[in-house]
């Protein structure tokens, strides 16, 4: 065990879900970067699904290409390996060596309904989508079981702060997509969970199982009630991005009527809907992010200064609007933790906004963005949270504001953390 990791600690939580599919491996550098920011944990997708082949073989041929082909430059997945075949569990624990040499904890979850799949070969991926939801949850539940038993005999399950078997469960394709969920359906699927966590448990009684949902106002007769974490997301100023945005992206695969004002920060050659699916192939989930990736592509470089000054104002003008939206869904996911889980402890995993470009400044230069920030970390701290992201795409390489708000990750993660020098 080791002594320097402490388990009750709060979660100063880095959001980087594709570290182990990245084309850099160089995870002893990317983590130090983290400390540096006062991050003491890390949350990734587990490779379940791509590690062992049918005959329980290690594979180390899994082909892993950049999503979005040629426009992957424009978004936070840029960094994705482009064509390379690797051994994704070799990656994995050396991630984990890396993690358990600096003291940070590691979230373990699958991506793979969600957006894993986009980066895989069709052989590797449709016989996973045409499993039932049953079978669907039992290979994952066994795939994190294996892992973990590797993690243990590699002297690394110290380290894991706890581990979901899905990512954002109630936004799979078997489990509402986003669009809300029946009650009876929700029950049928939480009865599914739950047996599958109580195998989990059985196995790795020392392990902390967490059910993950894409939204604080969660349908509560989905969530396992043997769950030792809830963890939740809040993306309560995402909307501060349709000041640009405006409707264009949609769950549409059709070509997007840009509105005049949001055509002015593009270039004058956009790259459409159908430039993005073609280079997508097969695209199985995910159809609002070929809208979203092809505005975003779009964007005009000599225009993001301006660009960075309209979304600015937006949150300027109605910072008390996202301040109360935050209040709000914490008080929805409170009183939800209070009648299903109240033995749990809440996790804030994904959040507070999401910027689709790396380069856009926003972020990294907006003083009401920070202020904003501050408030969610020290309010989190006063709830008592055990866990929170500053926001979803700050890590390494993900956004314009990781090499130059050093101070203010220290400044936010030390808000939640309630350390002495915030």
């Avoid at 050659?269 to 430039?275: F, G, K, T």
């Avoid at 008390?320 to 209070?338: F, S, V």
Wanted: hydrophobic fraction near 40%; aromatic fraction near 12%.
């Amino acid at each position: 065990m080791n002594k320097n990791i402490n388990n009750e600690e709060k979660l100063a939580i880095c959001f980087h879900p594709w570290m182990v599919f990245e084309e850099n491996d160089n995870f002893d550098e990317s983590i130090k970067e983290m400390v540096e920011r006062g991050f003491n944990c890390i949350r990734i997708d587990d490779g379940a699904g791509l590690l062992w082949d049918e005959d329980g073989n290690v594979r180390d041929d899994v082909l892993i290409s950049q999503p979005f082909g040629k426009y992957t430059k424009y978004t936070t997945s840029k960094g994705i390996a482009d064509g390379k075949r690797m051994n994704i569990l070799e990656r994995l624990l050396k991630i984990c060596k890396a993690a358990k040499a600096q003291n940070v904890r590691v979230i373990l979850s699958s991506w793979f309904f969600l957006h894993t799949n986009w980066y895989c070969e069709e052989k590797d991926k449709k016989h996973l989508f045409d499993l039932t939801t049953e079978e669907k949850m039992s290979f994952f539940a066994n795939e994190l079981s294996k892992i973990l038993n590797v993690l243990r005999k590699e002297e690394l399950i110290d380290i894991i702060a706890f581990v979901e078997i899905f990512n954002e469960f109630d936004g799979l394709p078997f489990a509402g997509e986003y669009r809300g969920i029946a009650d009876d359906k929700a029950r049928e699927l939480r009865a599914l969970h739950e047996k599958e966590i109580d195998k989990l448990k059985k196995a790795h009684p020392d392990i902390l199982f967490a059910f993950d949902t894409w939204t604080p106002r969660v349908n509560p007769e989905i969530i396992p009630r043997n769950i030792d974490v809830l963890d939740f997301h809040h993306y309560y100023a995402w909307s501060v991005y349709d000041a640009f945005q405006q409707d264009i992206v949609c769950r549409s695969l059709e070509e997007i009527v840009i509105p005049e004002d949001t055509r002015y920060y593009l270039k004058d050659e956009l790259v459409s809907v159908a430039d993005i699916v073609k280079e997508m192939g097969v695209l199985r989930t995910g159809v609002d992010w070929p809208s979203r990736i092809s505005l975003y592509a779009s964007i005009d470089k000599n225009k993001e200064d301006e660009l960075t000054a309209l979304l600015d104002n937006e949150l300027k003008n109605n910072f008390e609007r996202y301040i109360q939206k935050l209040h709000a869904g914490i008080d929805a996911i409170t009183e939800t933790h209070r009648k299903v889980a109240p033995h749990s402890k809440i996790v804030m995993g994904e959040g507070a906004t999401y910027c689709a470009s790396p380069t856009l400044t926003f972020e990294r230069d907006s003083k009401h963005f920070w202020e904003m920030i501050y408030m969610q970390m020290s309010y989190f701290n006063e709830k008592d949270f055990w866990g929170s992201v500053i926001t979803t795409t700050h890590a390494p390489g993900k956004s314009a504001a990781w090499d130059a708000c050093k101070d203010m990750y220290l400044k936010a993660n030390k808000l939640f953390l309630n350390k002495d020098q915030a």
